[in-house]
Structure formats: structure tokens, C-alpha cells
């Protein structure tokens, strides 16, 4: 999210969560001159995603735009994390997920994150537009709660509905409900909300 107008129209159908991209590299990077917008909803936490950044500048943009979460999207080393954990910034960090990922490696982050978010590997730290192969998280046995991510969108309802793990805590929805990048769809937000709601 970076568009204010378009921030307060996703805010006013209360997601639990609203991301703002950090990464230069992203094309949905929300600029050099940012302005959190005001009037976004109080039980909408704001996460703030970064890739590989430094935890000075980390903790700096957290401070300015009153971030609740920090989302680590690249190869961030359990030092870095738990350096910004002990600055009590609350933090979901993302792993790329592929048929040769070793859940394992997730057991020393899992004492400085609330959440796990689980994202498909591509080219790109996220953003790739298609979902991974869900059955592979049965490998995980952690007690860390995880979010779903990786193009996930409408036509993924009745996945959604199916998957079954203790520690599924729910979606990040991105590009699948997007009008282009940065910009979010409404009416398909909407018809996300409606649908997962009628089959929760």
C-alpha cells in the first residue's frame, strides 16, 4: 500500500494487517517521501516490509511511521533479528518456500518473531505472483503461528478452506487483488473478505 486514498479504502473494511513496502527494488516501494496516511482504521496494524536492511535504518523508519510490525522479506541472519527484537520491535519474518526447504532452519529464529510467513520462492523477494505447494508446510512442526503468502487470490478460496495446519494463523493477499502494483482492487477485496467469511 503507498496510495493514501486507496490506504483508507482498504482500512475502512478492517484487514487485521496493512503492509508498506520499504524496498527500493519493489515496484510497489512506497517512495523516498512517504507519509503514513492518516484516518487508517486503529485495529488495522501497520507492517512495515524490508528486505535486507540495516537494523539502524530498520528501527529508524519503524520510529517515524509508528510501525506495529516489521516484516524481514530477505536473508536476514538470526543476529539481525534478534538485535531488533531486543528494541521491542515486533517482527514476522518471511522465508521463500520450495521443495528443498529446510523447515529446521525456522527453530533458532522462532524465540525473536511473532509470526512466520511463508511466501513462494521466485526471482524476486516476493511479489512473484504464484502460490508455492501448500503441502509442503506439513513438514513444519514449530509452534510459531504463520501467515500464507504467494499470489493468493479469489480462485484460492477453497484451498484455503482445505488446508488444515495448528499454527495456520491466515493470508497476506497481494497481487491477486491488485489493479496494478501498489494498488488494490476493492471490489476484489471485498469479494475475498465475503467468500472467506462465508466458509470460515
Known amino acids: 500500500m503507498r496510495d493514501p486514498v486507496n490506504c483508507r479504502e482498504v482500512s475502512a473494511l478492517s484487514p487485521d494487517w496493512m503492509g508498506f513496502i520499504f524496498y527500493e527494488k519493489s515496484p510497489r516501494f512506497v517512495g523516498e517521501n512517504f507519509v503514513m496516511p492518516a484516518l487508517l482504521s486503529e485495529q488495522t496494524k501497520r507492517v512495515g516490509v524490508f528486505v535486507n536492511e540495516s537494523p539502524e535504518r530498520i528501527s529508524q523508519l519503524s520510529r517515524l511511521h509508528s510501525l506495529d510490525y516489521v516484516q524481514l522479506h530477505g536473508d536476514e541472519n538470526v543476529e539481525l533479528v534478534k538485535r531488533l527484537k531486543d528494541a521491542n520491535i515486533h517482527i514476522i519474518k518471511a522465508f521463500r518456500i520450495d521443495k528443498d526447504f529446510d523447515f529446521t532452519s ?20 516476493g511479489g512473484n505472483g504464484y502460490r508455492f505447494d501448500w503441502s509442503l508446510l506439513e ?4 509452534s510459531v503461528p504463520f501467515l500464507l503468502s504467494g499470489g493468493i487470490s ?8 482445505k488446508f488444515q495446519h495448528p499454527n495456520f494463523l491466515g493470508i497476506d493477499i497481494n497481487s491477486g487483488v491488485e489493479l496494478s502494483p501498489g494498488l488494490k482492487d ?3 477485496i471485498k469479494s475475498m473478505i465475503k467468500t472467506l467469511n462465508e466458509i470460515s
Open 106 to 125: 525456522l527453530t533458532k529464529y522462532a524465540p525473536s518473531v511473532k509470526y512466520f510467513l511463508f511466501d513462494t520462492k521466485g526471482q524476486q523477494y
Open 139 to 142: 513438514q513444519y512442526e514449530g
Open 154 to 161: 479469489l480462485e484460492h478460496a477453497e484451498a484455503i478452506q
Open 186 to 188: 476493492i471490489d476484489k
